[in-house]
């Protein structure tokens, strides 16, 4: 693997390295940070939707097809753009599955948790380590306001890889400010979003979803502004702060019917 810290090279273009880029949020936020001025490399395990993406793109853009379920792909893909200024690291791959927890292909979710949380953690270990270095960069973990709740019965994986990442976040922001350090990184946590998610997931929202693009410029202002915890919805803030002061117990219960009725 390329140790990319130990390098004092100049770099004149800035790149944004954004996974999950291949549809949904992080295409779109493929697509503003384009036009922001930042090249783009792409990575997904869909080679032609990168390359349908890549061509709207005002920008340099790298195609890179990795599957970030397994160690040795996060540390390839890493090494891949090792020649690239990476400014921006976007950490948007992930995916869920409705279900009882011992129903559910237990593969199929150590899978999610391999996505959802084990990729993130290892590209954020790796990146931040050179965005410290330069004092400079930002990273942006996509979560969920389910990581802002205590559980979520009928989708327990999903909601738990959520919950870690959020954290996970947190922990590293308060790091970071302690040390006095440049580099931002923030949690994304969007409740309902009209992606492809749904489909994969298997599942039907209540509430109306919100645009991806509508999503991904609350992201990458709330990202600019340095805030932590992203949340786009003024109904999730409202929702987070009240189940603050709910019984723990209930407001499990409470999320498990309403991921029941998504069935």
């Known amino acids: ?6 390098r004092s090279v100049i770099y004149m273009e800035k790149w944004a390295l954004i996974t999950g880029a291949s549809s949904g949020i992080g295409a779109e936020l493929a697509k503003l940070y384009a036009s922001r001025g930042y090249n783009i490399a792409l990575t997904a395990r869909r080679a032609d939707r990168l390359a349908d993406l890549a061509m709207k793109l005002p920008a ?17 893909l890493y090494d891949d753009v090792s020649d690239l200024n990476i400014e921006l690291l976007v950490n948007c791959a992930g995916f869920g599955a409705v279900g009882k927890f011992e129903t559910l292909d237990l593969d199929r979710q150590i899978q999610m948790t391999d996505i959802n949380c084990v990729a993130p953690l290892i590209l954020t270990h790796m990146f931040l380590k050179d965005f410290k270095y ?3 960069g930002a990273i ?7 990581g802002l709740l205590p559980g979520g019965p009928n989708m327990a994986v999903y909601y738990a890889s959520k919950a870690y990442l959020t954290s996970l976040t947190s922990a590293i922001a308060e790091e970071l400010r302690a040390g006095g350090s440049s580099v931002k990184i923030a949690a994304l946590c969007p409740g309902p979003v009209d992606t492809e998610f749904n489909d994969v997931a298997g599942v039907k929202f209540s509430l109306k979803g919100i645009t991806p693009a509508y999503c991904a410029k609350c992201a990458a202002r709330g990202l600019d502004n340095g805030e932590v915890i992203i949340i786009p919805e003024e109904k999730i803030r409202l929702l987070s702060f009240a189940t603050r002061f709910a019984p723990r117990r209930l407001t499990v219960a409470v999320t498990g019917l309403q991921q029941k009725r998504k069935i």
């Open 140 to 146: 942006l973990n996509v979560a969920s306001s389910a």
């Open 60 to 76: 340099k853009t790298r195609i890179l097809v990795h599957d970030l379920a397994d160690r040795e792909e996060c540390e390839a």
């Open 1 to 6: 693997m390329v140790q990319r810290i130990e």
């Open 134 to 136: 330069r004092d400079k």
